[in-house]
């Protein structure tokens, strides 16, 4: 796999990922990690790192062109 596939999958992957947290802060699903809840500012911080992550390689990946 060369460096532009690698941008281009990681950040559909980071971008999935961000989506899940932003559909969860809207839907109000609770998580559950056996007997632990994990609590929604939790995904306010991985749906900021996702997009921010997701941005960065679609960046990375348009200029590697």
Known sequence: MNARAYLGLSSAIFGLAALAHA??????????????????WASWVGLLAGATLCAWGLALYRRSA
């Open 23 to 40: 559909l969860r802060l809207l839907q109000g699903w609770s998580l559950h990690l056996g007997p632990l809840t994990v609590p929604p």
